[in-house]
């Protein structure tokens, strides 16, 4: 360290002299003040920003926790509003089951007999229709009676003699071919033709020399037509076709 010169000495002396103690008091007092204030401010910034952040997050928390419970509220109260309209409603519910499988049944019971009319209904038409084609076809071929000469002549079982009943309009033909087709049949032994207006065209009905009976009309097997196809109407073997197409023996 250099050596201080009395020189320098007494020239800090007087600089030191000079020097107002005043001004240093209210520079350092200045200077406080400042830092105080500069303090002040600082923690006063702190605070509202510490009491933002707590009015942030509590409001934030508030939300997040209102629309939580709102949402579990909402979820909590339909599940028991629908329990409590499920249980209050249980009793109507149930009745209108009750009366949708009642309707349902009439309907099921309604549709069976509607389609079992119908059906009533389409072979009687279907019968009636083939009774005019039939009385139509014997029109038109006179010879349908001879096919029915010999349907009843196979119908034998044992030897018989028979009485043939035809139309009237048939006889004639009938007598003619007669000899040919009972030569086919070894069980007639005799048969005598017999008029009948009472029958329709192209019928015929046997009645054996034993009382049997073999009917042939054509009336009589669409009867039996009927019958086979409504085995439940009553009447299936009595539909009144036609009264120009059908037979009184059945």
Same mark, same amino acid.
């Given at each position: 360290?250099?050596?201080?010169? +009395?020189?320098?000495?007494?020239?800090? =002396?007087?600089?030191? =002299?000079?020097? *107002?103690?005043? *001004?240093?008091?209210?520079?350092?007092?200045?200077?406080?003040?400042?830092? =105080?204030?500069?303090?002040? /401010?600082? #923690? @006063?910034? @702190? /605070?509202? %920003?510490?009491?933002?952040?707590?009015?942030?997050?509590?409001? %934030?928390? &508030?939300?997040?926790?209102?629309?939580?419970?709102?949402?579990?509220?909402?979820?909590?109260?339909?599940?028991?509003?629908?329990?409590?309209?499920?249980?209050?409603? @249980?009793?109507?519910?149930?009745? #209108? $089951?009750?009366?949708?499988?009642? @309707?349902?049944?009439?309907?099921?019971?309604? +549709?069976?007999?509607?389609?079992?009319?119908?059906?009533?209904?389409?072979?009687?038409?279907?019968? %009636? #229709?083939?009774?005019?084609?039939?009385? /139509?076809?014997?029109?038109?071929?006179?010879?349908?009676?001879?096919?029915?000469?010999?349907?009843?002549?196979?119908? #034998?079982?044992?030897? =018989?003699?028979?009485?043939? /009943?035809? &139309?009237?309009? *048939?006889?004639?033909?009938? +007598?003619?071919?007669?000899?040919?087709?009972?030569? &086919?049949?070894?069980? $007639? +032994? &005799?048969? *005598?033709?017999?008029?009948?207006?009472?029958?329709?065209?192209?019928? $015929?009905?046997?009645? !054996? %020399?034993?009382?049997?009976?073999?009917?042939?009309?054509?009336?009589?097997?669409?009867?039996?037509?009927?019958?086979?196809?409504?085995?439940?109407?009553?009447?299936?073997?009595?539909?009144?076709?036609?009264?120009? !197409?059908?037979?009184?023996?059945?």
């Amino acid at each position: 360290m250099g050596m201080i010169r +009395r020189a320098d000495l007494d020239q800090i =002396t007087r600089q030191g =002299t000079v020097m *107002d103690l005043s *001004d240093l008091r209210a520079r350092g007092d200045a200077i406080i003040s400042d830092a =105080t204030r500069e303090a002040e /401010r600082i #923690i @006063a910034a @702190a /605070r509202a %920003e510490r009491e933002r952040l707590l009015a942030g997050a509590d409001a %934030e928390g &508030h939300r997040q926790g209102f629309e939580r419970g709102l949402g579990e509220g909402r979820e909590e109260g339909r599940k028991q509003g629908y329990e409590e309209a499920r249980k209050s409603q @249980a009793s109507n519910i149930e009745a #209108i $089951c009750a009366g949708w499988r009642s @309707a349902l049944e009439r309907f099921e019971s309604d +549709r069976e007999a509607l389609l079992s009319a119908a059906r009533a209904e389409v072979v009687e038409l279907s019968v %009636e #229709i083939a009774a005019r084609v039939i009385r /139509r076809v014997v029109e038109i071929d006179p010879s349908v009676v001879l096919s029915q000469v010999e349907a009843v002549l196979g119908a #034998i079982m044992r030897p =018989t003699r028979l009485k043939l /009943r035809v &139309h009237p309009a *048939d006889l004639e033909l009938a +007598r003619m071919e007669l000899p040919s087709i009972v030569s &086919h049949f070894e069980l $007639c +032994r &005799h048969a *005598d033709l017999v008029p009948d207006p009472s029958l329709e065209r192209g019928s $015929c009905i046997a009645t !054996t %020399e034993e009382g049997g009976r073999i009917d042939a009309a054509i009336g009589s097997q669409l009867d039996r037509i009927v019958a086979e196809l409504l085995p439940d109407r009553s009447d299936a073997g009595s539909l009144r076709v036609d009264s120009d !197409t059908r037979s009184d023996a059945a």
